[in-house]
Every structure is written in C-alpha cells, then in structure tokens.
C-alpha cells in the first residue's frame, strides 16, 4: 500500500498551494482518500476526505470554503486545493486511506494507510 503526496511547501497568507496524493498497491474503491494535518503538539485532524464510490466528502469546519477536495478516478490521484491560506493552516498534510468518513472526523493514525506527509507552512 502506498500513498505519496507532494505539492506543500511555504506560501505568504491568504495564498494557494494544490496538495497531490498519488495512490497504489491496494483496491481504492474500498476506502476512503483524504487530507489530514498534524501541528506541533496537536492530534492529527481530518481536513477533508472523499468516497471515490459516491462523491460523498467531508471538510473540516476550519477549512470549509477556503480547500476543494478532488479525484483523478484515471490516475488514482487525489488532490486539497486550498485557498486563502492562514498561519493557523501551518502543519505536516498526511494523505490517509480510511474505511468511512466517520474516521475523518476521529482520527485514529494506527489504522488505515498514511502516506509520508508534506510539509505546508503559511507565513503571516
């Protein structure tokens, strides 16, 4: 099983940045893709996740309207385009694969598969 992302880096604030997750080795359709970030000291928190069976997605209430969760179903890639970003944003993005979309809202990092993470910091 293997997700990799890529596509974070620094950004000033009220900047965008397109994060990518790339997935392989394990059937998707069965899982649930999504975004999560992880701050210093702080849980890793769900940010968005997407059903690739039926579209059905989450968004964060922190991130709702600023980040638009995408799906290459071709390229099994999934994308966070994030808008108008805040420092607060600042965190390592981790690209996970869980069974529902109930675990994006109760994170728990033993199960399901994680990608490396990206680092994104916004500068205020």
């Known amino acids: 099983e293997q997700l990799v992302e890529s596509g974070g880096g620094l950004v000033q604030a009220g900047g965008s940045l397109r994060l990518t997750c790339s997935v392989s080795?394990?059937?998707?359709?069965?899982?649930?893709i999504g975004w999560f970030r992880q701050a210093p000291g702080k849980e890793r928190e769900g940010v968005s996740c997407?059903?690739?069976?039926?579209?059905?997605?989450y968004y964060a209430a922190s991130v709702k309207d600023r980040v638009t969760i995408s799906h290459d179903n071709a390229k099994d890639t999934w994308y966070l385009e994030m808008n108008n970003l805040k420092p607060e944003d600042t965190a390592v993005y981790y690209c996970?694969?869980?069974?529902?979309?109930?675990?994006?809202?109760?994170?728990?990092?033993?199960?399901?598969?994680w990608g490396q993470g990206t680092q994104v910091t916004v500068s205020s």
């Open positions: 996970g694969a869980k069974k529902k979309l109930e675990d994006c809202i109760v994170v728990d990092t033993t199960r399901g598969f």
């Open positions: 080795g394990f059937p998707v359709a069965k899982y649930i």
């Open positions: 997407m059903s690739p069976v039926d579209g059905g997605t």
